[in-house]
């Protein structure tokens, strides 16, 4: 469940005032608008990356409101995918589990789950340059799922994308969520995505 | 020449050119406004290679009557020579204490200014450029000034700096610093803030962020930080003089040396010793080269 309560986000010159919804647990949503008109900060303050002037924000029943981003058990998926280019493709899969510190067979077998069934078995050993932008996708939804998070952010994840990827990116989102029960905020300008 | 732009020198030019580079005839097409008179590149190009040709010529002349000037056994001198020895280890040794500090003072630095925001951060941003525009020599001076000072004799009571070793690594850490902040403000910026924010919403502290996604990634940009500080130091004169003295066998860097022997008059080894302190630089120059290349791969 994700729930702002008469949200206030200000930044310079810019105001996004009362801003209330509430997404049950376990949906699918989406938050569609034009560019510019600030999905991106309704999603940075879900995630605690953005101060909000007022009201409360809840995930699973939780007021997460004073928490920071790293106490919320959330995963974000940024539109560049923004990869940690010192790191392996394994690496980024066993990243949020080291910070939790987990213990190394539990990290490699979730390692080996999400790269299986994320399809980049083949990659993990390689680092995000050269990788194209459907495994690098690929990579940051099993960088944000690894530690199983309650919430997805979703921030325009497909729309760097070629058709015929975006068209795999959208079955695996499904797969993602029909498997993992997760509940997904997902921030698009595309009708298309949304209407999908 | 009062010559039309788009007639004369566009007949000229096309004349000049091969078909495939001029597919259509300059002048009014009939449709709109035509298509715009065709320039060749390359008188452009050679234009500004000649601009960069002047100073490269300076740089390589400059090096080469270094070269021409001194004797060979004259530079054989400078390792020899007990004191020549000496200015060549301290330099080498002084300067690599004052890359690693100015590194080591310039990556937090520099990330506070490019990812935090406080209040008076445009103020340090001022301040951090002071060292760079002050006269070296007024450097050399407020420092020895400094030291003059209360709270500047109680720590000489424990460190001594003035007209010691320790002066000339702080002397030469003033101006180096600032230039590392400088080239370490650059690399963070160049870093996506998107992949610390990431890293916090998978369950980092800020500290953490930063130990484990931002300093691998501005790695790339602490070579080049310890570079330029080096070089910097390894140049500096007018503070390490003022603030650390000339002493032969205690202060004596490699500047200090060119400088006392330019007094004396003996330019051949002040050749000699320039040509050292060329040599040494240039190589410290291609092994950080290297290494960025190595930590880029």
Redesign the interface.
Known sequence: MIRFDNVDIRLNGFALQRISFNIPTGAYAVLMGRTGCGKTTVL?AA???RPIAAGRVYLMDRDVTAL???Q?N???V?Q?A??????TVEEHLA??LR??KAAKKEIHRRVDELAGWLDIAHLLHRRPLGLSGGERQRVAFG??L??TPSVL?LDEPLSALDEQTHAGMMRLLKEIHGKTGVTVLHVTHNRHVSSQ | MNERPGTTRAAAALAEAPAKTAPQPAGRTGAGHGVPTYRPDVPFLIALGLIALVYVALIAGMLASLVFYVELPVVGEVFTNPRYRYAVLLSLTSCSITAVLSVWVAVPTAYLLTRVEFPGKRLLDAVLDIPIVLPPLVIGLALLMLFQTAPGRFVQGYVRFTYAVPGVVLAQFMVACAFAIRTMTAAFAEI?P??E?????????RA?AFW??VL??A?RGMVPAATIAWARAMGEFGPVLVFAGTTAFRTEVMPTSIFLELQVGNLGVAAGISIVMVTLAMAVLLLMRMARGRISV
């Open positions: 940075e995630c605690g990356l920071p981003p790293g919320r959330l995963g974000l940024p560049d923004a990869l940690f280019s010192t790191m990243f949020s910070i939790r960088r944000a690894a530690a952010c | 996506n998107r992949q924010q990431v890293a916090m919403t998978l369950g980092c502290s953490q484990w996604v691998p990634e790695q």
